[in-house]
Each structure stands twice: as structure tokens, then as C-alpha cells.
């Protein structure tokens, strides 16, 4: 059986132009970057046009640019990063961030911004919420159930304003930008200046490169205590010997995912509409859930009242179709959407909610076989 795959949000195959990226660095270039010979200092420069190639796809410089282990590790770096540098201060993070961004806001004094039904920051409201003891305001640019996309350059502005009220009134507390872009590279400009953000983590295993590799962007003169200590390495923000081979795929996989970001998000938006029109025909009860508009491509919440999710999610797996019932991090644990909790769905309408996510390997034909196979099972309950 040809198994269908619909959970791209989740992870995605690592290319072939990848992988060939990373293959000398398992064992030909097994070298310490940190050792002074000749060939362990050329795997060091390998690290570094990596680093320029990461700076110059977000309009960064080299310097800002942190190697991880993941988005999760460089939301945490940057969490706890600030809030440990200023520990009687406050975080702000929007209430549908992903749980790397949440855990580490519950060790500090934090708020949870609230979202509209559509799964969109209230931009009146963050302004009133943020106060003076405010040090750092984190809000993901694509969200990893809804697809909603973040306006970031907006919440950036009104940072900005406040910051400057702040000085002038004597206050010279800093306050910064976080956004998780874990879910955006594959289709949304990620250029930090045009963002306006102050820190962006990134994940290769979300655009076709190795899993537990990514990217913390820290602009200069941002106040970061690493959360690692030990060797210096990562300008001092994230000792221990480099995962070379990690970081080449991560490097490739972000300058592709770049590239190709105008067609695929045209080419996916696509296929996502007619899967979306094909649903709501053919399924009365169906519901997409989300902005209509401010949305990334890839991305369908899909709410069929009256039906269990994890039901028809196994169902469909067994029919060779993988899709999910939220974020793989919630769905491992068994626990209702906190992101659909977030606008305002019951736990009934939560727990009948399906995601699917497509991909650059989705057709058409596995759209239409998909939509034919979720009818036929609804029809025999």
C-alpha cells in the first residue's frame, strides 16, 4: 500500500540535496572544530560559511547566528536566556505558542497574550498588557494547528513605541521581540529587519533537513544568559562540540527552503483550497478552523462535529493515511488542543478536530483519495 502522508507540520523527509550536504561530516570530516590541525580547522570554516549562508538568508549578520539542537532548545535558550538576565521582570507569550514556548514561560513571572476566534493576537490588547516591568513579548509566526500567521512587524511597532515612552520615562529596562518560525521557512520571508524581531528560532527538521538541528537569530547587543557552559563555543551561548554534519544540512535545507518559498507556498495554497472546498462539499458537519486570509498554505484545521478524532485518525492510518489530532508534542500525551482551547473551542469540538498539513510531495490525487476515504468512514457511523 502507498501510504499517504499528511503531517508535514509535524516532520518532514530529508532531501537528498541535504543529506549529500551532511555525508563527509560523518566520517571523512569527523574532526573537531575546536582543534587547531589543519583539517579540524577546516571543518571550523565549513561552520562558519554555514553560519555567513544562515545570517545572510534572514539579513543578519554571522554573529547573530547560534547554532541548536532544534527550535525547542533555541526557544528555551531564548526564554529563559532573558528572563535569567532579568529576573524580576515579566514575559509575555501569545496563548497558542508551542509547548517549547510555554514550559519555559511557567518558570518565570509570565501572561499569556489572548488570540480572537480566528487565531490572531489581539494587537489592542498586547499594547495595554505590556507593562513596565516587561522584559521580552514572544509570538510564533506561523502556528503549528491553525496556520495563522502573526503580524510580527506590526507587534514590533508597537514594542518599539513603548520602548521609547519607557526611556523616557526613566525606565531602561529593555524589551525584545521572540518569534518561533519553526512552521514559516518553507513558505514566509524571514528577513529579521523586516520582522522587526529581536530573536528567531528555527527548525530544520520542519523544511526537509535533520531532525534536532535549527537556529536561535540573537540580534547584537540583545542581554542573553546561556542556558550551556563549558567549552565557549556558539559565541559563549551554547557550549559543546558542534554537530557539524547537523549544521550543513540545517544550512541547506534553509537556503532550499528559501529559494523555492514563492512557488511552493503558490503551489501548496492550491492543492490546500481544493482539498478545503472538497471537505466542505462533501461533509456538511466540517468546519475549517482559523483566519481565512492570514494563514500559511500548508496548514488545515478541520473540525467534524459529533465524530472522535483520534478514531478517525487511526482509521485513516490504517488506510494508509497519516494525518494528526494537534501538535505531535500534545497528541503524545493524550491531552486536548490548549491552541483550540485558546479560541475558544469546548473539549468536544477540540477532540473532534483533525490537522492535516501538506507538503511538497502532496498531489492532487492523494488529496482527492483522502477526502473520498474521510466521506466513506463518516457516512458508516
Known sequence: ?????????????????????????????????????????AVKQGINQARRQVAGLLGAKPAEITFTAGATEANNMAIQGIMRQFPN???????????????????????????????????????????????????MLVNNELGTVQPLAEIAKILNKLSILRKANGNNRPLYLHTDAAQ?????????????????????????????????????????????????????LRSGTEN????????????????????????????????????????PQAKINGAARHRAPHIISLSLSGQDNERLMMELDELGIECAVGSACSASRQEASHVLSAIGMSDKQARSTLRFSLGKHTTTAEIKKTTAELVRLISLK
Open 244 to 283: 557539524t554534519g547537523a549544521i550543513m544540512g540545517f544550512a541547506r535545507a534553509l537556503e532550499s527552503a528559501q529559494e523555492k518559498r514563492g512557488a511552493e507556498a503558490k503551489r501548496v495554497a492550491q492543492m490546500r483550497e481544493s482539498f478545503e472546498k472538497q471537505l466542505l462539499e462533501q461533509l
Open 184 to 236: 514559516a521557512a518553507n513558505y514566509l520571508d524571514l528577513h529579521v529587519s523586516r520582522l522587526g524581531v529581536d530573536m528567531m528560532s528555527l527548525n530544520g527538521g520542519k523544511i526537509y533537513g535533520p531532525k534536532q538541528s535549527g537556529a536561535l537569530y540573537v540580534k547584537a547587543g540583545t542581554q542573553l544568559r546561556p542556558l550551556i557552559v563549558g567549552g565557549g563555543q556558539e559565541q559563549g
Open 89 to 139: 521582570s515579566e514575559l509575555l507569550v501569545s496563548s497558542i505558542e508551542h509547548e517549547s514556548v510555554i514550559a519555559p514561560a511557567r518558570l518565570f513571572k509570565h501572561r499569556e497574550i489572548p488570540v480572537t476566534k480566528k487565531g490572531l493576537i489581539d494587537l489592542a490588547k498586547l499594547e495595554l498588557m505590556v507593562g513596565p516591568q516587561t522584559v521580552l513579548v514572544s509570538v
Open 1 to 41: 500500500m502507498k501510504r499517504i502522508y499528511l503531517d508535514y507540520a509535524a516532520a518532514t523527509p530529508m532531501s537528498i540535496e541535504v543529506l549529500k550536504a551532511m555525508e563527509p561530516y560523518f566520517s571523512k570530516k569527523f574532526y573537531n572544530p575546536s582543534a587547531t590541525y589543519l583539517a579540524a580547522r
